[in-house]
């Protein structure tokens, strides 16, 4: 394939809308789509074009990135009634950033070669912020010459893309791992803060602490100025946490492998979200602290429940 003219991105949420600006301020025409009016009319906003259906990205975009929440979405955004597959012709590249089970993505692939179209499973890592700036990392699985050929859609996206073997399904898998540190690392970090709350320390004291010293972490760093700020806008929901560390479990059950600090994490995250915060910031699972100790947390322009 030559030099991608034309690019559609499934799914313009926090990642994908970055994503998709990315790919605009690249040189490369792009086409988003997604279930969200509004999401439709920021895209459109910032220059980029508009379709109703993942069916109207088949008929326009030679590679299409799709950036949904889960696999069965994927399944629907792919193959349901006005799926991608049922219009785009063969040849085409799909790049599937989603976060789902090894197992999703190798049927996935299996059923758009019957097709006679090419995947690479890339889920992402970086959030919004990095996204925007062009800069996501990529954990890339696939035929190199698909991924070969698709090199000018990650130049403008990714500041890195990890080649971690040929064959669909090894980029979900090392995905699943690093999501089990992602989520561990949220957990015990608002743990951590709610606990200098309980005791007395100024939060902010706390994150200068931290950040500054050994028991620092990126998620740490990036998810305690939420708390701070009281803004429960969800950049990443909890509910994404519950998922996710339920990937890892499903995973390491399968091999009798165990996980005991995801599952107590994992338990965090099922309490924020069966308190009613499963649609909040991810940073969010801290409320079950304040919740149990009755801390008081820094108040906000979204503070959420």
């Known amino acids: 394939m030559s030099a991608v003219k034309t690019v559609g991105v499934i799914g313009l949420g926090a990642i994908g809308m970055g994503t998709a600006k990315s790919l605009l301020r690249g040189g490369i025409e792009t086409y988003g789509c997604d279930v969200r009016h509004e999401a ?136 699943t791992v690093h999501q089990l540190m992602a989520g561990v690392h949220i957990a015990v970090g608002m743990e951590a803060l709610a606990l200098g709350i309980r005791l007395g320390v100024d939060p902010k004291l706390v994150y200068e602490v931290v ?34 560390l339920g990937l890892a479990l499903d995973a390491a059950r ?6 005991p600090i995801c599952a107590a994490a994992h338990q965090q995250y099922l309490a924020a979200s069966g308190a009613g915060y499963g649609k909040e910031d991810d940073s969010s699972v801290i409320k079950v602290y304040r919740d149990l100790a009755k801390i008081a947390l820094p108040k906000g322009p979204n503070p959420g429940k």
């Open 40 to 175: 439709l009319d920021a895209f459109a906003a910032a220059g980029g074009k508009t379709v109703a259906t993942a069916a109207d990205l088949g008929r326009v975009a030679q590679v299409v990135i799709v950036m949904v929440v889960n696999g069965e979405q994927a399944r629907e955004a792919l193959f349901g009634k006005a799926g991608l597959a049922t219009t785009m012709p063969r040849g085409g590249i799909v790049i599937s950033a989603v976060t789902m089970a090894p197992q999703d993505a190798v049927d996935i692939g299996e059923r758009l070669k019957a097709q006679g179209l090419r995947m690479i499973d890339a889920p992402s890592s970086g959030g919004a912020a990095r996204a925007e700036q062009g800069k996501t990392k990529f954990m890339a699985s696939g035929d190199p010459a698909d991924i070969e050929a698709v090199k000018d859609v990650f130049a403008a996206t990714a500041e890195h893309v990890y080649r971690v073997g040929d064959a669909i399904g090894q980029g979900s898998t090392v995905k």
């Open 211 to 244: 950040t500054g010293c050994a028991g620092n972490s990126w998620m740490f760093e990036n998810r305690a100025p939420r708390v701070l700020a009281g803004d429960c806008t969800p950049v990443s929901a909890v509910d994404i946490f519950v998922k996710d």
């Open 254 to 259: 399968a091999l009798r492998f165990p996980l």
